[in-house]
């Protein structure tokens, strides 16, 4: 008994033959790339293209202006912060010499009052 879905080899043959037809059909009626429509189509994807690529590039000059201006800031900060630090430490050199200048003067008084009372003490002897 032969059933209706099995095919025999000629009209699976017919079949492929019909199938292969109308693909080629398809390809054939399909656009060309000579076609203006097609043509139009490439000409707005690649304005497409060049606007992105533009707008990545703005962007990429952005962000490398803004890292120009971070580092530029960095540097700025830096340089202030040495610079401070450098007051600093003449500040520091400044008072260390009043100090040492201040307890020379000292000794030097004590010493000189020392001196007084000795040549005092003498003179009574004397």
Wanted: overall charge positive; hydrophobic content about 45%; proline content about 2%.
């Amino acid at each position: 008994m032969r059933h209706p879905s099995d095919n025999g080899f000629a009209e699976r043959r017919n079949a492929a033959a019909d199938a292969k037809r109308q693909l080629l059909a398809k390809f054939a009626s399909a656009p060309k790339a000579t076609d203006p429509e097609i043509q139009e189509k490439r000409a707005a994807r690649e304005a497409v293209s060049r606007a992105r690529d533009a707008r990545r590039a703005e962007r990429e000059a952005l962000k490398v202006a803004e890292n120009e201006r971070v580092l530029a800031e960095a540097a700025a900060l830096a340089a202030a912060a040495d610079a401070e630090e450098r007051a600093e430490a003449e500040a520091r050199q400044v008072e260390i010499a009043n100090r040492v200048s201040r307890v020379v003067a000292d000794e030097a008084a004590r010493k000189a009052e020392r001196d007084r009372r000795y040549a005092a003490r003498k003179a009574r002897q004397a």
